[in-house]
């Protein structure tokens, strides 16, 4: 396995190298022998850094990132992250599924840079490569000191997730978001539960995730829904298109914002394999939409937000505005009431 002079990229894009090696070589490797981790295997590594920039090529609408973790036990046969397995001579297919890399001192890292004189404060994206909140979050529990740093250096942040880890970390959520822009979103694609167990057989059900959607906003926390990806001929539909949207209305997401499915290389090769298997009659229109590499034609993604954003306007929701983020002002402190020998001056 390959950790020397390993740089970290956070789109899946390329590869970044460089004299600054980001992790040691000194990599414990184990396996727990319980049923929610079986077959996994996790690489602890300290890493020497965790603030990320993303390349200036790359389509995100963000600068700087922090992933806790490299691979990720939800399984998405779609996650754009596989390729960058194949950096640590790891498979992209189930190697990418169940060899899991944890940085273990990243919270005391972050903590470490966001003191730093280099650092201004720009916003982090967090869950960008792979979920912050995957299984392996459970037992690591690396997000809440790293959410902890974050609030103490009023630092804003963002988060995109399809785990409902995140509601162990509410009371943080809000603390934070009394001191700076905290925002959230939720990654639900679609509802039908044959194509979610299939496609995404390590995340929890849709309708959890909607749930977790419910329970932010009553709690305060503004929570978009990042409707990702829709899937050609399999969930894109007008009729699944509108329950989707509709259900994601009815769980009180402030915005709706649609993704069509996108192929890079590591991904495009896993998800063919399993298009093969599931859907055989879809391998010839896939290769012809995607004839022209990543993307589905413009048209194409053209005509899925138009219908999104019609049943969003139907439902009373509408698309995300970048970068928006919720900041919660703090509560006002109950009035004291005066001991008997007080003297209180009005």
């Not at 194949?86 to 297919?93: E, I, K, Q, R, V």
């Not at 690591?140 to 103490?152: G, Q, S, T, V």
């Not at 995300?320 to 509560?331: V, Y």
């Amino acid at each position: 396995m390959r950790w020397e002079n390993l740089g970290d990229d956070d789109t899946g894009d390329r590869r970044v190298t460089g004299p600054a090696t980001l992790f040691g070589t000194d990599v414990v490797t184990r396996r727990f022998d319980t049923p929610e981790f079986a077959g996994i295997t996790f690489h602890e590594v300290r890493a020497r850094s965790v603030i990320n920039r993303v390349p200036g090529a790359s389509r995100m609408p963000f600068e700087w990132t922090v992933n806790p973790y490299r691979g990720c036990s939800h399984a998405c046969v779609y996650c754009f992250a596989r390729k960058t397995h194949s950096y640590l001579d790891l498979d992209t297919g189930l190697g990418f599924d169940s060899q899991i890399v944890v940085k273990v001192n990243a919270g005391d890292v972050l903590r470490r840079e966001l003191a730093g004189r280099r650092w201004t404060g720009a916003h982090i994206a967090m869950g960008t490569n792979v979920d912050c909140y995957q299984r392996a979050e459970g037992r690591y529990a690396l997000m809440p000191r790293i959410l902890a740093a974050l609030r103490d250096y009023a630092n804003p942040y963002s988060i995109l997730t399809k785990g409902t880890l995140i509601l162990r970390d509410l009371d943080l959520l809000k603390e934070s978001a009394r001191v700076t822009d905290v925002g959230v979103a939720v990654s639900v694609g679609f509802l039908d539960p044959e194509l979610w167990r299939t496609v995404e057989p390590g995340t929890p059900a849709p309708q959890r995730r909607l749930d977790v959607v419910r329970t932010l906003t009553a709690h305060g926390i503004d929570c978009g829904v990042l409707m990702a990806p829709v899937i050609p001929f399999l969930g894109d539909s007008p009729e699944q298109l509108r329950a989707t949207v509709r259900a994601i209305a009815a769980a009180g997401a402030t915005s709706v914002t649609p993704l069509v499915l996108h192929l890079r290389p590591g991904a495009r090769e896993w998800f063919t394999a399993w298009l093969r298997q599931h859907h055989p009659h879809l391998v010839h229109r896939y290769r012809t939409m995607y004839a022209g590499g990543t993307y589905a034609p413009t048209w194409y993604q053209r005509h899925i937000t138009r219908q999104v954003h019609e049943f969003a306007r139907e439902a009373g929701i509408g698309p995300a505005h970048r970068g928006r983020a919720r900041h919660i002002e703090p509560e006002p402190a109950a009035p004291e009431t005066p001991e008997p020998t007080q003297l209180t001056l009005l």
